[in-house]
C-alpha cells in the first residue's frame, strides 16, 4: 500500500541539468521528512539531501550550491533539481521517507531508485 516511486533519471551531460521526481502513496507525506540517497557502482549509499515537513533542508558537502530539494505535500510529491552535474553524481537515485529524521537507519519507506548517468 505505501509506495515511493522516482521518475526523472537519465543520461545527461557533465554541466547539465536533471529534476527528479518522487510520487508518494499510501501515507501521509505532511508527517514525514523526505530524502535522497545514491549509490554509485561499487560504492556505499550516501545522502543527498533531506527535507523535513516544516521545509528545513539539509545537503550533503559534495552536493550543496547545486542540488535543491522541495517538496509539495499537496500533490505528495518530493522534487530534486540537480544542477551543473559532474561524473561523480552518477549513481541510482533513491527516494525515501522518515519519521523521525535525516539518519539513514530512521527511514521507514524507500523507492526503487532512478538511474542518473553523468557522461560525455
Known amino acids: 500500500q505505501v509506495q515511493l516511486v522516482e521518475t526523472g533519471g537519465g543520461l545527461v551531460q557533465p554541466g547539465g541539468s536533471l529534476r527528479l521526481s518522487c510520487a508518494a502513496s499510501g501515507f501521509s507525506l505532511d508527517f514525514y521528512i523526505m530524502g535522497w540517497f545514491r549509490q554509485a557502482p561499487g560504492k556505499e549509499r550516501e545522502g543527498v539531501s533531506c527535507?523535513?515537513?516544516?521545509?528545513?533542508?539539509y545537503y550533503g558537502d559534495s552536493v550543496k550550491g547545486r542540488f535543491t530539494i522541495s517538496r509539495d505535500n499537496a500533490k505528495k510529491l518530493v522534487y530534486l533539481q540537480m544542477n551543473n552535474l559532474k561524473p561523480e553524481d552518477t549513481a541510482v537515485y533513491y527516494c525515501?521517507?522518515?519519521?523521525?529524521?535525516?539518519?539513514?537507519?530512521?527511514?521507514?519507506?524507500w523507492g526503487p531508485g532512478t538511474q542518473v548517468t553523468v557522461s560525455s
Open positions: 527535507i523535513g515537513a516544516n521545509g528545513t533542508t
Open positions: 525515501a521517507a522518515s519519521f523521525e529524521t535525516c539518519v539513514v537507519t530512521d527511514y521507514d519507506y
